[in-house]
């Protein structure tokens, strides 16, 4: 997988180690939630825009309020075939951003990817800067969207349960379609 720190991300951490942690930080808890699939990332590449978001769809520093969703995709597609070293064997993009995408939106991803080079991409808005868990489930939900799963609340007969150690009530799954932090 090569993981992509936005420019908000570089400018909250403060620094490219800061930066580095927060990506393995997030990755690792990933790692954690996809054990039980046999699933496990590897990060051959992480890529910090320190300088300026390198997605030309948007401006230099911060994401427009107002997203066209479809173009965020398109721009990381293109971005991916054309930028990224592909000297690097990866399967996978991920994009985190400490900006607000707008709306309900803290994901997206396409699905069913992972086997499309240039379609297996996923974009995190990580704004809780304390939170690492919650931007490590919305990019395994997009993840999971690459892999080909839907949301689990479709399926009405057999829905997802899942238990919350810290909150018993709690139910909802990672492909929960408002997944926001869940198991």
Not at 27 to 44: E, S
Not at 128 to 150: D, K, P, Q, W
Not at 162 to 179: G, L, N, V, Y
């Amino acid at each position: 997988m090569v993981v992509v720190m936005d420019n908000s991300q570089f400018r909250r951490a403060g620094s490219i180690d800061a930066t580095i942690f927060r990506a393995m930080t997030i990755v690792n808890h990933a790692n954690a939630l996809l054990k039980r699939l046999d699933i496990y990332i590897v990060v051959i590449s992480i890529e910090i825009w320190n300088d300026y978001n390198k997605i030309p769809y948007f401006n230099h520093t911060e994401y427009p309020k107002s997203i066209d969703h479809g173009k965020l995709l398109n721009s990381l597609i293109r971005y991916r075939q054309y930028k990224v070293n592909w000297n690097l064997p990866n399967d996978n993009i991920q994009l985190f951003s400490a900006s607000d995408f707008g709306g309900n939106i803290i994901g997206l991803g396409s699905t069913g990817g992972i086997c499309s080079q240039p379609y297996s991409r996923g974009i995190t808005s990580d704004t809780i800067e304390e939170n690492s868990y919650r931007a490590a489930t919305t990019m395994v939900h997009e993840f999971g969207h690459n892999l080909g799963f839907g949301h689990s609340d479709n399926f009405e007969d057999e829905a997802c349960q899942c238990e919350d150690p810290i909150d018993p009530e709690f139910t909802d799954c990672i492909m929960h379609s408002s997944s926001s932090g869940m198991h």
